[in-house]
């Protein structure tokens, strides 16, 4: 069994290794109290507790962090599993230390309704220490890995458990963040508990072909080596069979077995230069056939995790293609260990450089608006998903999540050109909002000041949490009353579907207490959620769903039959704008296949769960009410008589496709004084092109106006009623 003197050694060693500075002093002190106060405690395999925070301060120091961060490490499950407070610690060996330990400790003593909201406030605190100090999620990190080395004396169930949330947050962190190396390991032990026996086929067949391995990577190096030297080109180069949860992705998304792949070497060449870089890659090119789209260049473009190389894939004369890294010694440091190669606080400096973790802020902003199993879901896409690296029109890179659209862009310039968004170019030509961005596009994104900011559709675009958010927090702060009426139908829908009433929530005793259960202080608050889209009705009604079939045994038959008489009276005003025959409260919805305006002929639908959806008669969807089906569930509406509002409409305009035509047909819009939601164009065949556009109307006589003034656009070939996006 290991003992804390072997341990102790070990870390010392490492310490005046790769951090000579350290003050090994208060190192010593600090090992004595949290021997102390662990004093008696033991890990699963019986051996001291204190030998867990001497392994992980041991890392720390093998990364090259500074002396507090190492302190940190040795202290850092003392508050949360001992009687040692966070003042304890300060007084101890300062206010930083206790900063430290104090955000890597877990929100183990707080309850929580589910564990994804245990996990999500778990992050959300690291995060937000991070945001402070970059130590902390090191530290954290640092002990995951020693964790994950001693997997094996946890329960099978705690294996998989913990090897599932290192395999989807720490893993892809330690990668966010630049450390390959640790993220490796993560990965590989992590795989050996998620799935064994894929673990111990690769590995068996690694053994099996382990020489035949050597002796390939043997005369790859040796032909590198022998030109480079030729020309003068001093380097270090090594080879290496790519680690094994990277094989078994490759067999997973190439669906083949491990004998049926071929890219599994890979080659590093050192250098001290970025000149010798690219002379290399030369030679590289000429010893060996490139296999074509397999170059990247992340010298000149680093990745957001400061990662940076040359990549080629090439084929040898034994006809098998490997890889060939190539990078100067300070990029291979900070391939190694990420953020803690550059490290400032040896030199004193509080802080890191703030740019390269303006993702941690993102993350911190994303939490905000969203409830804990959405955001854990983001997470894994918005901050550990592969980039797309894409440009503004003034040469800015911008690196967004790969699938990213325009409207991911304009939101991660700032949300107020997202907001006021009403089109986008990508290559200098007119892009549809969900047009994917690929790497080396350049993107300038259209505005206007009459836009009426995003609409509900493009949360189901973009692609990034952040512009999600953002989308999220417009309507939330500038759509209350929309929201309210939105999340109000969608959450009586629900309720509808499960054969309840609405009233079975508003008439009910505990609604105070259901409210609390789900997190909010009234019901026009939870509307508005739902609305914006912070929670979905599913997901709310759900939670309370067995307290509501429980409220509604318990309403009277005469409450019942009031709100039902209620329901049955019919007015000539509508806050929606639309009367239903025979209906007073009835949600009504403007059919996005023809938005009929006020002034158009119209028919009602009657909808499963979303009230009455409003047609123009002219409509291709109205001709179903000839069906004998439907017959039933096609009523009479018509517009009510009240004050003036606006109705969302849409117009197709088909022209040539030339430059300014878009800004054209958004000027007559911007003269016409209406409000924008969004203007959208898409290349077609023989030169010409399709704009969609989507604005607010007062009638049909408004809209006829504006129609004739597009058709007066010099290019404009045809303008019809379209229909949303």
Not at 79 to 108: N, P, Q, W, Y
Not at 279 to 284: A, E, T
Not at 703 to 709: C, G, T
Request: proline share 3%; hydrophobic share 35%; aromatic share 8%.
């Amino acid at each position: 069994m290991e003992t804390f003197i072997d341990h102790y050694e070990s870390m010392m060693r490492t310490i005046r290794k790769h951090s000579p500075q350290a003050d090994i002093a208060v190192i010593d002190r600090a090992v004595d109290y949290a021997r102390n106060k662990h004093k008696g405690q033991k890990r699963k395999d019986g051996s001291p507790y204190i030998i867990h925070p001497l392994a992980v301060a041991e890392i720390v120091a093998e990364i090259g962090l500074d002396t507090d961060a190492i302190l940190a490490a040795i202290l850092h499950d003392c508050i949360e599993d001992t009687d040692a407070s966070h003042d304890d610690i300060a007084r101890g060996f300062g206010s930083a230390v206790a900063e430290l330990v104090e955000g890597v400790t877990k929100l183990t003593r707080v309850e929580f309704s589910t564990l994804e909201q245990q996990q999500m406030e778990n992050l959300r605190k690291m995060f937000l220490a991070m945001s402070k100090d970059i130590r902390v999620v090191l530290i954290k990190i640092c002990d995951r890995l020693h964790n994950t080395r001693t997997m094996e004396y946890q329960t099978p169930a705690k294996q998989i458990s913990k090897s599932r949330e290192t395999m989807d947050i720490y893993a892809p962190l330690a990668h966010r963040l630049g450390m390959q190396k640790i993220k490796w390991e993560l990965e590989d032990i992590s795989l050996k508990y998620l799935d064994p026996e894929g673990y111990a086929r690769i590995m068996a067949y690694l053994a099996e072909h382990e020489s035949e391995a050597e002796g390939f990577m043997k005369t790859i190096q040796s032909k590198i080596t022998t030109r480079l030297s030729a020309v003068g080109i001093q380097c270090s180069i090594y080879g290496r069979v790519k680690h094994v949860y990277s094989i078994y992705r490759k067999m997973d998304s190439q669906q083949k077995d491990i004998d049926e792949l071929y890219d599994m070497y890979a080659f590093r060449v050192i250098v001290d230069s970025i000149s010798d870089c690219y002379n290399v890659l030369g030679h590289i090119h000429d010893l060996f056939n490139l296999v074509p789209g397999r170059f990247k260049d992340y010298i000149s473009t680093p990745k957001p995790n400061m990662y940076q190389s040359l990549h080629t894939t090439v084929i040898g004369q034994q006809g098998i293609p490997f890889e060939v890294q190539i990078r100067t010694w300070e990029m291979h440091e900070t391939a190694e260990y990420g953020i803690a190669a550059h490290w400032k606080y040896k030199e004193g400096v509080a802080g890191g450089d703030e740019k390269n973790f303006e993702w941690v802020r993102r993350l911190l902003e994303s939490q905000q608006e969203t409830d804990a199993e959405d955001y854990i879901h983001s997470l894994k896409v918005d901050m550990f998903d592969d980039e797309v690296f894409v440009f503004t029109p003034k040469g800015k890179v911008m690196s967004l999540p790969a699938g990213s659209t325009p409207i991911d862009f304009a939101y991660a310039i700032h949300s107020g050109v997202g907001n006021a968004m009403v089109g986008a170019k990508v290559n200098n030509r007119i892009a549809s909002y969900d047009q994917p961005l690929e790497n080396g596009d350049i993107v300038e994104i259209l505005t206007s000041k009459s836009a009426k900011g995003p609409s509900r559709d493009w949360l189901k675009i973009c692609n990034s949490n952040q512009a999600r958010t953002k989308i999220k927090q417009w309507f939330k702060k500038e759509k209350r009353e929309e929201n309210v009426a939105h999340g109000k139908a969608s959450f009586e829908g629900e309720m509808r579907r499960a054969g309840l009433s609405l009233s079975t929530l508003t008439e009910s005793e505990q609604l105070p207490q259901l409210l609390k259960k789900l997190s909010f202080e009234d019901l026009e608050d939870m509307y508005a959620a739902i609305g914006y889209g912070g929670l979905t009705a599913a997901k709310a009604f759900g939670r309370i769903r067995d307290d509501l079939t429980r409220a509604s045994r318990q309403l009277q038959p005469k409450e019942l039959s009031k709100a039902a008489e209620s329901n049955q009276k019919a007015s000539r005003h509508s806050a929606s704008g639309v009367v239903v025959q025979g209906i007073d409260s009835c949600m009504i919805k403007f059919s996005r296949c023809c938005t009929p305006v006020p002034g158009d002929d119209i028919v009602g639908f009657i909808t499963k769960g979303y009230g009455v959806s409003v047609h123009r008669r002219d409509c291709v969807n109205a001709q179903s009410a000839a069906d004998p089906r439907l017959a039933d569930r096609w009523v009479e509406v018509a517009w009510a008589t009240q004050e003036e509002k606006s109705f969302s409409t849409t117009l197709e305009i088909h022209s040539v496709d030339r430059d300014g035509i878009l800004i054209d047909v958004a000027t007559v819009l911007s003269s016409a004084r209406v409000k924008v939601t969004e203007i959208a164009g898409r290349e077609l065949p023989d030169g010409k092109a399709r704009i969609v556009a989507t604005f607010e109307v007062k009638g049909v006589a408004e809209l006829d106006v504006i129609r004739q003034k597009m058709r007066s656009v010099s290019g404009v070939l045809d303008v019809r009623r379209g229909t949303t996006r």
